[in-house]
């Protein structure tokens, strides 16, 4: 499959996202007669000559909020190609400021739990920033696939949070707040040897143990038990190529298997809120994959239209080398649940 190219000079622009003390993230509303009029998005604006990310971040948000930034944090950056003009997105955590938010240009403003953003009714650039919002730093993935499994990642999960540095930094309307993520890792069981009835009970029972696992949990390719049982779905990179619709709605996970430039974007045009990146670094599943090495991996997710794990001889300790690489962050297998 041939991929079209895009012939527009990317515009370079800088996201704000502010959490107040309750974990609600601004947003602004566009203008009338403004590209996208009447979509909400994250505030923010083009960087113009000789800006830095963060300087037109500043500026920004000086002008249409009348906040002095602090400090900011990469979220993600990606490119993205509307028919009219094609943007290349700098989305940053905003972890601190002075003052209080205000539509100084008129903008209607409002704070919105993250869980109640629609994404309809925002810009499609911005979607992918909002599935990066609410992505945990750690997806792990079973091996031979197990209800022990589900204790495991909870283990994990308890563990990293007392002992790893968080790399989004709670935010708030004077720095600091509750935060807006509900969980730090996420899972995806995969059962190759198992039936579909051994699966739905394993599903079933997780569920019935800790209902609020099912925001967390994706099952490997199966689409159909997937919507039965109401979690996500992680595609095979085979299915990239035979669906034509994103598989499953809005709320629900969709993630691919990706291995290349080409893959990755055709996860982005199928909808897929995430994708992972393999191998970056060679292993012992996969010995005669060639690996991606850090540098290439980073090229590949800078290119992305989507938020991508790193995936392949990566673990936990990885995190800030992946984050470095504009990963959403690590995804795995031993590594995570040894």
Wanted: glycine share 8%; net charge neutral; aromatic share 6%.
């Amino acid at each position: 499959m041939v991929l079209e190219s895009f012939s527009h000079k990317l515009i370079e622009v800088a996201a704000g996202i502010l959490a107040d003390p309750h974990g609600r993230v601004l947003l602004m509303q566009r203008l009338p007669g403004k590209h996208l009029a009447g979509l909400w998005e994250f505030p923010g604006g083009k960087l113009e000559a000789g800006e830095s990310v963060r300087q037109a971040l500043a500026r920004e948000l000086a002008e249409e909020l009348g906040i002095e930034v602090l400090s900011a944090e990469p979220l993600i950056a990606l490119p993205w190609h509307y028919p009219e003009k094609s943007v290349h997105l700098h989305a940053l955590r905003v972890t601190a400021w002075r003052g209080t938010p205000v539509p100084r240009e008129g903008n209607p403003l409002r704070w919105v739990a993250v869980r109640d953003m629609d994404p309809a009714s925002m810009p499609p650039a911005d979607v992918p920033m909002l599935a990066a919002l609410r992505l945990p730093p750690y997806y792990a993935i079973s091996g031979k696939g197990s209800a022990s499994f589900f204790g495991r990642c909870s283990d994990f999960e308890s563990a990293s949070s007392k002992n790893d540095a968080d790399p989004f930094p709670r935010l708030g309307e004077e720095g600091r707040g509750e935060g807006v993520e509900p969980a730090r890792v996420l899972r995806q069981l995969r059962m190759p040897q198992a039936s579909r009835d051994e699966i739905k009970r394993v599903v079933q029972d997780a569920l019935l143990a800790s209902p609020a696992l099912r925001d967390s949990l994706v099952l490997n390719h199966d689409i159909q038990l997937a919507r039965e049982l109401g979690v996500g779905v992680h595609l095979k990179a085979a299915q990239l190529r035979e669906l034509e619709a994103r598989p499953l709605p809005r709320g629900a996970w969709v993630g691919a298997s990706c291995h290349d430039a080409e893959e990755l974007e055709l996860a982005a045009r199928l909808g897929a809120d995430f994708a992972t990146l393999s191998p970056v670094q060679a292993t012992a599943s996969h010995p005669g994959a060639a690996a991606l090495g850090w540098d290439r991996f980073a090229q590949r997710v800078a290119a992305a239209r989507l938020p991508v794990y790193a995936l392949g001889g990566v673990g936990p300790d990885d995190l800030p080398r992946a984050r470095a690489a504009g990963a959403q962050g690590v995804a795995g297998i031993r590594a995570f649940l040894a």
